[in-house]
């Protein structure tokens, strides 16, 4: 087998393997309510099978590079996040996504033209999420709309994810880790649930999933903190245990904390 179809067969599987992942969160955001869709939305979804990948591909050193530059992407997301939501709430798909799309890459090709310490990215993600979360919070209850999956609606969530994927892994080699990095933290999720419910269920709905992602991608934002402590102490793998442990552990803190709040409530 030439270097060549081997490279393509090995980068088709892994695009397969994100998609799987991607299909299966997909399924669970549907059949659970805003609050449960906007976790499982702030799980390592897209991220993870990418920085998976480019393990397999690099040593520890780039990894942990990768997640430093990574950490301030995340506060970007956030800024996308409070970018759609408030927009949705007067303003049609175009105008929303596309404003909040064009606000995340302005501040992704900033943070990439920086060497970020590990205290900075921190320190980013303290300042954006200390901003965004009180302003997204009186967004976060909306009247939800019986929502009818329509059949592309998880293939064009897979085909995203794996193109992401794709992209990644075939660009590493030559864009270093700082914009492996940069990539890897790119939004897909987020951009398909506006793009696709949007559409279906209207701005402010759509929105209130957002809005409740906000915590959850706090907790995504230590994850990547976690990874890169845990890569350059331990190993690739261990490093990215720790960060899906960190991730899927603050967010059933959350879900716990939610469900037991309503119980005092009633």
Not at 23 to 30: G, L, N, P, Y
Not at 108 to 123: E, K, N, P, V, Y
Request: glycine letters at 8%.
């Amino acid at each position: 087998m030439s270097l060549d179809l081997h490279f393509i067969l090995i980068l088709l599987l892994r695009m397969a393997i994100a998609a799987a992942f991607v299909v299966s969160a997909s399924i669970i955001t549907e059949r659970s309510g805003p609050v449960i869709g906007a976790l499982v939305a702030t799980l390592p979804i897209s991220a993870g099978p990418s920085y998976v990948f480019l393990a397999i591909d690099h040593d520890a050193a780039f990894i942990a590079q990768g997640a430093l530059a990574s950490l301030p992407v995340n506060a970007a997301t956030i800024v996308l996040g409070l970018t759609y939501v408030v927009l949705a709430q007067r303003n049609n798909l175009l105008v929303s996504v596309g404003s909040a799309v064009a606000v995340w890459i302005v501040l992704a090709s900033i943070i990439r033209l920086f060497d970020w310490s590990l205290t900075a990215g921190l320190a980013v993600n303290l300042v954006a999420f200390g901003i965004c979360i009180p302003l997204l919070a009186k967004y976060r209850h909306a009247k939800m709309p019986l929502v009818t999956r329509r059949w592309y609606d998880i293939p064009f969530r897979a085909s995203l994810v794996a193109t992401l994927v794709a992209i990644v892994v075939s660009t590493s080699g030559w864009v270093g880790p700082r914009v492996s990095g940069v990539i890897a933290l790119y939004p897909i999720v987020f951009t398909s649930i506006m793009v696709i419910l949007h559409p279906r269920i209207g701005g402010p709905p759509t929105a209130a999933v957002l809005a409740n992602s906000a915590w959850g991608l706090l907790g995504f934002g230590m994850a990547i903190a976690v990874m890169h402590v845990g890569v350059v102490k331990f190993e690739s793998a261990i490093g990215l245990f720790l960060a899906l442990a960190t991730c899927v552990t603050w967010n059933l803190t959350l879900w716990w904390s939610g469900r037991r709040r309503q119980r005092i409530e009633a």
